[in-house]
């Protein structure tokens, strides 16, 4: 591939905004990076406004975009907006999911999102038979990322008990494989290739007897694989495993060998002091989900003593009631400020690192996510001079982007050196929108 500078106007580089910064880019990964440079090189493609490394979705279940909107009608609680999202998931075909989640990952790209850590749980025909190939779905999920341009970490899920134990459910018959050992076999089968890294999940504690965690974790383990799982959401899973096992979800998970450094609990809300210091200690991730967590009235997570024990934070979009990574970074901080009626709990700087390094180590991408010679050619380009972000003196950038830009903001992103969005248009899915709107009317007819 021959080799392509960008001269970007101002570049976050770790911890600060430098203004002028030449990067050089070749076979799909950053050259060179070169700060000081005032004007644009010879042949440079120029890139006005802050260009950051690309943003990490890490928690995401691409079928639930089709819910925007329909479920903001009437009360209720997760457990009910639960059975809405059921309602969606038994219409979807291998090929209806394509479809749906081509456009879903096209708007994350819009978004700056340039990995995506899909949290897969979809594997079955309707009442629970295996399609001609049984990775039918998730194999789905991985065309349509790479047809959006973007990176996937498919998390591929276990999911087995509507409840420590209990038998599946109706509406759960297409998640389930029966065994951990049945699903190990299925995931087996799945190859990583360019842009494509295959991981692990385990549902909860809910849907994962305990005796059959270890498989899970194991599966993982033999791999190196990003394991992660929905942990504490809901306290009503906190009463039923205490009642199940006598101990909390995050204890049981210890016990099972399913903490570690590539582990990452998704949420992390309802969390015991103990707990806290089990998943600091072990070094596993919390992926915060805030503007998830706000729509379905699960609480707020105790983020900010998650990281001081020693848990690296990322963020998802998890239910897609919105995709906007910028949102998610600052709604962990205004979560904070609101709840302890204090400011600066974290700088713009490390909330950024959340969105970019971290989540992309917790998706198992750890040549991802920062703007430095040898890393992935991924980075996303906001504009300062949008009715949102112009104002601001260059040197506060960052505080800009991850306080008061949206998505909308997002023009210019590259993926492995190829140009994904040229201002603030998908190259290769035309009309995002329209491939929204059908992908989901096919849904409700
Ligand atoms: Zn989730």
């Not at 911890?15 to 030449?22: F, R, S």
Request: overall charge negative; glycine content about 10%; aromatic content about 6%.
């Amino acid at each position: 591939m021959p080799l392509t500078t960008y001269w970007l106007e101002h570049a976050w580089l770790d911890t600060n905004v430098e203004p002028g910064v030449a990067l050089e880019v070749t076979d799909g990964r950053i050259a060179a990076v070169r700060t000081g440079v005032e004007t644009p090189p010879p042949g440079a493609v120029v890139l006005r406004g802050l260009t950051i490394p690309g943003l990490a979705n890490a928690h995401s279940h691409a079928f639930h975009r089709a819910l925007r909107g329909t479920v903001q009608v009437g009360s209720g609680t997760f457990w009910t907006w639960r059975e809405v999202m059921y309602t969606v998931a038994q219409r979807l075909t291998p090929d209806s999911y394509f479809a749906l989640a081509r456009a879903v990952y096209a708007e994350m790209a819009l978004a700056g999102i340039t990995s995506v850590g899909e949290f897969h749980y979809l594997h079955h025909a309707p009442g629970g038979s295996p399609y001609a190939d049984p990775n039918a779905m998730g194999e789905a999920l991985i065309a349509a990322a790479g047809e959006a341009g973007i990176r996937i970490t498919l998390l591929d899920t276990a999911y087995l008990s509507s409840g420590f134990g209990a038998a599946p459910e109706r509406h759960q018959l297409r998640f389930t494989d029966g065994t951990a050992e049945k699903w190990a076999e299925r995931v087996s089968a799945l190859k990583e290739r360019e842009g494509v890294r295959i991981g692990a999940a385990i549902h909860s504690v809910r849907a994962v007897p305990a005796d059959q965690l270890a498989t899970v974790a194991q599966w993982a383990g033999a791999r190196n694989a990003p394991l992660h799982v929905h942990l504490s959401e809901q306290t009503a899973e906190n009463d039923a495993c205490l009642a199940a096992h006598g101990m909390t979800p995050t204890q049981l998970l210890a016990e099972h060998g399913v903490l570690g450094a590539r582990t990452t609990g998704v949420h992390n809300t309802h969390l015991t002091d103990g707990d806290i210091t089990l998943l600091g200690t072990s070094t596993t991730g919390t992926c915060m989900c805030p503007t998830t967590e706000r729509d379905l009235a699960d609480g707020i997570g105790p983020a900010v003593a998650l990281q001081r024990a020693g848990s690296p934070l990322s963020l998802g979009s998890d239910s897609h009631a919105v995709i906007d990574l910028l949102e998610e970074a600052r709604a962990m901080e205004l979560n904070e400020r609101l709840r302890t009626r204090t400011r600066g709990h974290w700088t713009a700087a490390a909330l950024l690192r959340a969105a970019t390094t971290d989540g992309h180590a917790a998706l198992g991408w750890r040549d991802a996510g920062v703007l430095e010679t040898g890393a992935l050619a991924d980075f996303t380009t906001i504009a300062l001079d949008t009715v949102r972000t112009a104002g601001p003196v260059p040197r506060l950038a960052a505080e800009t982007a991850v306080f008061a830009a949206t998505a909308a903001d997002v023009h210019h992103v590259v993926v492995g050196g190829r140009t994904v969005v040229r201002d603030g248009a998908h190259v290769s899915v035309p009309d995002v929108g329209e491939a929204l709107a059908t992908a989901i009317a096919a849904l409700r007819n």
